[in-house]
């Protein structure tokens, strides 16, 4: 599979704050790595990877601008977990008309 098809499988984050697609995962301590692709199945790619095993939250690369949650009643907080933050990129982020989702259609594709 070439770069450009596997791009086409991945959810691209893009940082409301300053429009750049480098996604961080913060790590307990002085640990992160770069996400640098998601599938909807939840398996992340990493750059190089520097890591303790105890994620606390993800965070844009360039501007650090962190991925919330918030809940009814319990205010906000960071997200910790790869399901929460596909659901971010989903709620978030606009993906490019050529994104095909794991289930082989275009997602964006007009009903």
Known sequence: MSKEE???????????DCGKHRLECCEDGAYSSEV????EEGDFDYGEIDASGIVVRFQCLECG???????EGCGEYDITNVEEVIKWIKENC???ESYIGHRGTDDNADS
């Open 36 to 39: 640098i692709g998601i599938d």
């Open 6 to 16: 596997k791009l086409n499988d991945d959810l691209i984050f893009t940082c409301p």
């Open 65 to 71: 601008f962190i991925l919330t949650r918030k809940f």
């Open 94 to 96: 606009e993906q490019p």
